[in-house]
C-alpha cells in the first residue's frame, strides 16, 4: 500500500502527458484507504449490492434442508452443487405463504407473495417486486436503476415489477446486454479522461427546456389532466438525474474490468441452452456491478411453472413434477429430480462470477446480497409450504453466513424484511393481512 496520497489520474498523467487518451485500467490498492473498505479520494464506502434469482417448481421435502440448524456441516443431497460457497450461504426452512381464503393460482400466488409481501387476487399483483423497493433507495446514482435478465428466452418471465401491469422485462440475449451494459454508452470509471457525450448534453438540454415550460402548460389544465402530467414530468424527471450522471466522470472502481463480447448463442427452454446463456449473464451482470453500472440485478433462471427440457425431449421440468410417479424406493421422482441440479449448479455460477471479483478485502459476492427464491415447496403438489429460500453473499458484513434457519409456519415475508433490513431501508414491517411481519429473521442479522 502506497502512503503517499495519489489518484488514478495523476498515476497516469506521468504517463500519457497531455494526450487525451482514455485508457481503461483495474483500481490498484493504493486507490483504497489502508483497510482496504474505501476509495482513499472520497472516502465512500466500496457500495453493497443486491440480487434476486428465481427458478420454478420448488425442490423434494427432506433432500434440500440441513439436518441441523445454525452453522451446518453439510447441504440437503439437491443442493450439493453449491458445497463450494456453503459458507458464504444462508438456508431458510420452514416458511410459507399464507392465503387468507384467496386461491392459490399455482405457479404464481407463491412466487408474488414472496416476492412483493402481499398474496395476489387471482393474477392481480397489488405491491412492487422486493427489488424495485430496493433499488429505490440504492439505485438512483447509477446509469441502471437495475438489470433483470430472463434465461429462457421469454422477458416476460422475469419476477421484477413495479406494479400490477409493469413488469420490468428480462434481457434475453447476452450479446445485447453486453451491448447495453458495455456499447458506446458505457463511461469507464477507470479511464483517465472523461468527455460527456454531446449527445447525452443534448438530451439534457431538452429536458431542461421542457420542465421550464411545465407551469406556463399546466396552468389551465383540469385536475385529471395535470394529475397525468405529474406522473409524466415525475418520469422524465428520472430519466434526468439519469442523464446528470451520464454526464459526471464515475467514481474509479477497483474491480472494474470491461468483459469481452460473448458470441451469439440461441435462446430457449431446453437446459443447456438456458445453462449456457445463465453463465454468460452472470460475468456480464457480475462486471456491471463491479464497474458500477447497476447495483440492482435480477436473474430469472426459469419461469415458475419451470418450462425447462432437455434436448431432444417434450415434456418440460413441470410436467415431470406431476406425472412422473414417485420411486417407491428412492421415495422422490428421479427423473424431475436431476433438473434440481442443473438449476443449482447455476446457482453456482453466478456466485463463483461475484466471488471470483476482488473489492479491496472482500470479494463482490461478500459485498452482495443475493436472494434466491422459488414458487412452491413439494412441486407435485403446489405446496405453498416449506418454501425452499436461499440467500448467498454478506451485503458488505450486514448478515452473516454459513446458517440454516429453520421457521416452521411462519410467514416467508420474514425473509423480505429481513432482507430489506440488511440493505439499510427503515421498515419494520412488511407485508400485509396474514404475511404481514415485523419479525425480522434475527439469526442472520449482523
Given at each position: 500500500m502506497l502512503t503517499r496520497h495519489i489518484t488514478r489520474r495523476s498515476a497516469l498523467r506521468g504517463v500519457l502527458g497531455a494526450a487525451t487518451v482514455s485508457v481503461g485500467i483495474p483500481l490498484l490498492d493504493c486507490f483504497l484507504d489502508t483497510n482496504g473498505v474505501a476509495l482513499a479520494d472520497t472516502g465512500a464506502p466500496i457500495p453493497t449490492r443486491f440480487a434476486t434469482w428465481f427458478w420454478g417448481c420448488?425442490?423434494?421435502?427432506?433432500?434440500?434442508?440441513?439436518?441441523?440448524?445454525?452453522?451446518?456441516?453439510?447441504?440437503?443431497?439437491?443442493?450439493?452443487?453449491?458445497?463450494?460457497?456453503?459458507?458464504?450461504?444462508?438456508?431458510?426452512?420452514?416458511?410459507?405463504?399464507?392465503?387468507?381464503?384467496?386461491?392459490?393460482?399455482?405457479?404464481?400466488?407463491?412466487?408474488?407473495?414472496?416476492?412483493?409481501?402481499?398474496?395476489?387476487?387471482?393474477?392481480?399483483?397489488?405491491?412492487p417486486s422486493i427489488d424495485t423497493i430496493i433499488a429505490d433507495a440504492i439505485g438512483t446514482r447509477t446509469r441502471f436503476r437495475s438489470l433483470e435478465v430472463s434465461c429462457t428466452g421469454d422477458p416476460l418471465h422475469s419476477q421484477s415489477r413495479r406494479s400490477a401491469s409493469a413488469i420490468n422485462p428480462g434481457e434475453v440475449s447476452p450479446?445485447?446486454?453486453?451491448?447495453?451494459?458495455?456499447?458506446?454508452?458505457?463511461?469507464?470509471?477507470?479511464?483517465?479522461?472523461?468527455?460527456?457525450?454531446?449527445?447525452?448534453?443534448?438530451?439534457?438540454?431538452?429536458?431542461?427546456?421542457?420542465?421550464?415550460?411545465?407551469?406556463?402548460?399546466?396552468?389551465?389544465?383540469?385536475?385529471?389532466?395535470?394529475?397525468?402530467?405529474?406522473?409524466?414530468?415525475?418520469?422524465?424527471?428520472?430519466?434526468?438525474?439519469?442523464?446528470?450522471?451520464?454526464?459526471?466522470?464515475p467514481a474509479p472502481l477497483e474491480a472494474c474490468s470491461v468483459p469481452g463480447k460473448p458470441d451469439a448463442t440461441p435462446t430457449g427452454t431446453e437446459i443447456s441452452v438456458v445453462q449456457k446463456n445463465h453463465k454468460l449473464f452472470a460475468g456480464l451482470l457480475a462486471n456491471a456491478l463491479a464497474c458500477g453500472q447497476t447495483r440492482v440485478i435480477n436473474i430469472a433462471y426459469a419461469n415458475a411453472n419451470s418450462s425447462l427440457r432437455k434436448a431432444g425431449a417434450s415434456q418440460t421440468h413441470h410436467e415431470y413434477t406431476h406425472e412422473e410417479p414417485v420411486d417407491p424406493v428412492l421415495g422422490y421422482q428421479p427423473e424431475m429430480t436431476t433438473f434440481y441440479a442443473a438449476i443449482m449448479g447455476s446457482f453456482a455460477d453466478l456466485l463463483t462470477a461475484l466471488d471470483s471479483i476482488r473489492e479491496g478485502d472482500r470479494t463482490l459476492l461478500d459485498r452482495t446480497l443475493v436472494m434466491a427464491s422459488t414458487d412452491s415447496g413439494y412441486a407435485k403438489i403446489h405446496a405453498l409450504d416449506n418454501i425452499p429460500l436461499l440467500t448467498a453473499g454478506a451485503a458488505g458484513g450486514r448478515i452473516k453466513t454459513g446458517l440454516h434457519v429453520q421457521a416452521a409456519g411462519d410467514p416467508g415475508t420474514r425473509l423480505g424484511l429481513t432482507v430489506q433490513q440488511a440493505m439499510g431501508l427503515p421498515v419494520s414491517t412488511w407485508g400485509n393481512a396474514s404475511m404481514e411481519t415485523s419479525k425480522p429473521i434475527s439469526e442472520v442479522l449482523a
Open positions: 420448488g425442490l423434494n421435502p427432506g433432500r434440500w434442508e440441513p439436518k441441523s440448524t445454525g452453522k451446518f456441516d453439510a447441504f440437503g443431497p439437491e443442493l450439493q452443487p453449491l458445497e463450494a460457497y456453503r459458507s458464504k450461504i444462508n438456508v431458510y426452512s420452514g416458511l410459507k405463504v399464507y392465503l387468507d381464503g384467496r386461491i392459490n393460482t399455482v405457479h404464481f400466488t407463491g412466487e408474488v407473495a414472496l416476492l412483493t409481501g402481499t398474496v395476489p387476487h387471482a393474477s392481480t399483483v397489488e405491491a450479446v445485447a446486454l453486453y451491448t447495453r451494459i458495455f456499447g458506446p454508452d458505457f463511461a469507464d470509471p477507470n479511464a483517465a479522461t472523461f468527455t460527456p457525450d454531446p449527445r447525452i448534453m443534448a438530451k439534457r438540454s431538452a429536458l431542461s427546456v421542457v420542465a421550464e415550460e411545465r407551469r406556463d402548460f399546466m396552468a389551465d389544465l383540469g385536475a385529471a389532466d395535470k394529475a397525468r402530467m405529474d406522473e409524466y414530468f415525475t418520469s422524465l424527471r428520472d430519466i434526468e438525474q439519469q442523464l446528470d450522471l451520464e454526464l459526471q466522470k
